[in-house]
């Protein structure tokens, strides 16, 4: 059987969008997601499921578009996924749900991402609200009770907001910054992911009575011991934000940005938007960024947007690269450049300070390491100049050690990150956690996952 050519999503011409912090892809129209949705095959032993981490009945969903019943549609949706307008824009979806798809074998895919986004957009514009009628009023009443509090409004402290909220536990959900959303608001730009899309789907939690305290750095504002006695179960889904450094010559000049500083500016502080918003931003008019994974392309592109003239460096080959594919294509079609096998090793300033050049080498691919792939190795003396007056690091991030410190006895594994069972118990029983600050930098929904996981967790030993 001849399969039928994907519907590929409607977008702002690159042209116009490296001019702006709109979002790129626009999504389906009704007729378009139609379409797309009858290439569905509905297999009777659907694969896709197995591909997306939290088990979306993805043939399920895509059927109720195809009747034309959008409303089912969204709430099959959404018993499975508390953010599918997030997760539609964002999932991997190559290398999960897609990736796992019959059609991937014979042409393209379904695009279920898409799917998934155009429905969850469509409740939103039209005020379609999901009711939660798994749980009965005693239960909700017995658990009301029950005190838990939640660190870090990340996806996954938001999804354990949303699956002990509805079932009538109350939720004080502490947050560090003054917006809730974890990399959702500070990391990933408004050209991905609309902040307003982020905030409805927040806002939503709201209704199921979590109650959100911002500005709340737990270990430095509030003690984790008060937290403790306080709370009958606490989880950790602090994430892994702090930046690592690549540490050579010339780091202190000005012009050399983690991307953590760089993507937080930009986005939490809207500096793209200066002067209308206090915060500022510095960009020359050459930009590198080092490193390949989704932060060092969501950076390039800010930085593109901001006027500069943007290059890539990555260590490996493109092929190696972790970020999503579409970001590497759309950062390509907007004109980034990409220079692989390559690393900085120096940072070269002026008599002012200010960053001039960078010394890079040339790598080339050895013996596989322990994520299976090739390691990059020197070539020695192949050193070479790049003129450059700002330079982004998005090197990778590691878990805050410092809060982690203040919790007695807690188990962490030799990078940092807390070590949990499957339903993200920690070495202190009351305590769960999950997410980046469990698996290391990870994904939107493998986080959401685990917050699934550690909701189930938190309730059995609540009500054992
Ligand atoms: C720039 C960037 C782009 C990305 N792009 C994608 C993508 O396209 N697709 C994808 O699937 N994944 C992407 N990721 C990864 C994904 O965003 C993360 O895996 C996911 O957000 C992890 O969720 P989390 O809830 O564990 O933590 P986070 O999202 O990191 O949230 C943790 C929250 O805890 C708060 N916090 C930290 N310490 C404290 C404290 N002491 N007290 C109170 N609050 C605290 C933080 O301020 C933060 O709000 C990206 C990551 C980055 C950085
Ligand atoms: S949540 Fe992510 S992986 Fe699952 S179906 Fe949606 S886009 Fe695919």
Redesign the pocket.
């Given at each position: 059987m001849a399969v039928r050519d994907r519907i590929e999503v409607l977008e702002q011409p690159a042209e116009q969008r490296k001019n702006n912090f709109n979002e790129v892809a626009l999504g389906y129209n009704y007729d378009m997601a139609k379409e797309e949705a009858k290439r569905c095959l509905q297999c009777k032993v659907p694969t896709c499921i197995s591909g997306c981490p939290v088990g979306i009945d993805i043939p399920g969903f895509i059927r109720e578009i195809v009747k034309e019943n959008l409303e089912g549609s969204f709430k099959i949706l959404k018993s499975y996924n508390y953010l599918p307008a997030i997760?539609g824009?964002?999932?991997?979806q190559e290398v999960q749900c897609e990736g796992a798809c019959v059609l991937s074998k014979v042409g393209k895919p379904i695009n279920i991402g898409a799917l998934e986004r155009f429905v969850a957009d469509w409740a939103s514009e039209n005020n379609v609200q999901f009711e939660n009628t798994e749980y009965s009023k005693e239960i909700i009443i017995k658990n009301n009770k029950k005190r838990v509090a939640i660190?870090?409004?990340?996806?996954?402290?938001?999804?354990v907001a949303s699956e002990l909220g509805k079932r009538g536990y109350q939720i004080d959900i502490?947050?560090?910054?003054h917006?809730?959303?974890?990399?959702?608001?500070?990391?990933?730009?408004e050209f991905?992911?609309p902040k307003s899309i982020v905030k409805k789907e927040i806002f939503d939690l709201e209704k199921l009575g979590v109650n959100f305290l911002k500005n709340?750095?737990?270990?430095?504002?509030i003690p984790v011991h008060e937290i403790l006695e306080d709370y009958d179960a606490v989880f950790v889904?602090?994430?892994?934000?702090t930046p690592k450094f690549m540490g050579i010559p010339g780091s202190e000049l000005n012009g050399v940005y983690s991307?953590?500083e760089f993507?937080t500016r930009v986005n939490l502080m809207r500096a793209y938007k200066f002067p209308e918003y206090d915060t500022p931003i510095r960009v020359g008019k050459k930009a590198v960024v080092v490193g390949g994974?989704?932060?060092a392309?969501?950076?390039a592109r800010s930085a593109l947007r901001l006027g500069a003239d943007v290059t890539i460096v990555y260590r490996r080959t493109e092929a190696e690269m972790p970020?999503?594919k579409a970001?590497i294509h759309h950062a390509k079609e907007e004109g980034i450049k990409i220079l692989t096998l390559a690393t900085p090793v120096k940072y070269v300033g002026d008599e002012n300070g200010n960053l001039i050049a960078i010394e890079c080498v040339r790598m080339e691919l050895g013996e596989p390491d322990e994520s299976g792939r090739r390691r990059p190795v020197f070539v020695n003396g192949s050193n070479f100049i790049i003129e450059a007056d700002t330079v982004i690091e998005?090197i990778g991030?590691e878990a805050?050690k410092f809060?982690l410190s203040q919790f007695p006895d807690l188990k962490t594994n030799k990078y940092g990150y807390i070590i949990t069972n499957e339903y993200g118990q920690t070495s202190i029983p009351k305590v769960f956690a999950?997410?980046?600050?469990?698996?290391g930098?990870?994904?939107?929904?493998?986080?959401?996952g685990?917050?699934k996981s550690a909701a189930q967790g938190i309730q059995k030993f609540l009500e054992d």
């Open positions: 997760c824009r964002v999932c991997p660190i870090g409004s990340g996806p996954a402290g938001l999804t502490y947050e560090a910054l917006e809730f959303g974890g990399v959702l608001i500070y990391g990933i730009p991905r992911l709340i750095p737990v270990g430095y504002a889904g602090v994430g892994a934000g991307a953590n993507l994974g989704n932060t392309m969501d950076a970020a999503r970001e998005a991030t805050n809060l999950g997410g980046d600050i469990v698996t930098s990870a994904t939107v929904i493998l986080a959401m685990a917050g």
